[in-house]
Nanobody, 121 residues
Framework: QVQLEESGGGLVQPGGSLRLSCAAS??????????MGWYRQAAGKQRELVAD???????HYVDSVKGRFTISNDNDNKMGYLAMNSLKPEDTAVYYC?????????????WGQGTQVTVSS
């Protein structure tokens, strides 16, 4: 199995910055990860894609974070990152890391447990 663990969340004032990290562990060497991404779920709302990055370097962002958030991956070390700048109260949510890949010809899809980000003065 593969585990994803997020870190870096916390309380920050509006306009502040945070950097989230996602560490993959377990039987990671048996899996080809072709995309890692970040999702968020605010209280009372559905989970939404924040940013996604493929191994080929193709990045996608939800419109509300474009220009403020940057996704990056360290494929060698199976790490994912989300740099968040100019944070707004509406960015408050639980942020989840997701890894998609292939193992023995089968698609696999893993999620972390989430890390809370609270933007408030």
């Amino acid at each position: 199995q593969v585990q994803l663990e997020e870190s870096g969340g916390g309380l920050v004032q509006p306009g502040g910055s945070l950097r989230l990290s996602c560490a993959a562990s377990g039987m990671i060497s048996t899996i080809f990860i072709y995309a890692m991404g970040w999702y968020r779920q605010a209280a009372g709302k559905q989970r939404e894609l924040v940013a996604d990055l493929t191994i080929g370097g193709s990045a996608h962002y939800v419109d509300s974070v474009k220009g403020r958030f940057t996704i990056s991956n360290d494929n060698d070390n199976k790490m994912g990152y989300l740099a968040m700048n100019s944070l707004k109260p509406e960015d408050t949510a639980v942020y989840y890391c997701r890894a998609r890949g292939m193992r023995s010809g089968q698609s696999v899809d893993y999620w972390g447990q989430g890390t809370q980000v609270t933007v408030s003065s």
